[in-house]
């Protein structure tokens, strides 16, 4: 899997990954998000706990509908939440095509085909 970083425009780039080692074990700070969203391609695993390491609470996310994974904050105002999503698709690329079509992991379905996809979230 490769961790990306969006920047403060909400682009990706090929060329923008995260510089810390990934491990099954991921320790988020606040200083992650410093740039924008962190964002996950193609996770080995089909599910993403968050844990908070006091008290061992936490939620687990089933992620095995989605290509793309992304966890964001508000990095300035230290907020008191993190947004967990399960993509199919990226975010802009910095010199993409604008084509739809053209974005990478979307999901591109026939005339008249239909797919369900979803994601459970349960407290651990």
């Known amino acids: 899997a490769i961790l990306y970083l969006v920047n403060q425009n909400g682009y990706a780039s090929p ?6 080692k990934m491990t099954s074990q991921f320790d988020l700070h606040y200083s992650d998000f410093e740039k924008d969203a962190l964002v996950l391609v193609e996770p080995k695993s089909k599910f993403v706990r968050l844990v908070n390491n006091q008290s061992g609470k936490g939620v687990e996310m089933d ?22 999503e399960p993509w199919n698709g990226m975010p802009a690329y910095q010199d993409e095509t604008g084509n739809f079509e053209d974005k990478p992991y979307v999901t591109i379905l026939e005339p008249n085909q239909s797919k369900r996809i979803g994601y459970t979230v349960k407290n651990i």
Request: aromatic share 24%; glycine share 0%.
């Open 63 to 84: 992620i095995s509908d989605f290509s793309v994974f992304a966890i964001w904050t508000v990095y300035k105002e230290n907020s008191p939440y993190l947004c967990l």
């Open 15 to 20: 060329n923008c990954f995260y510089e810390r």
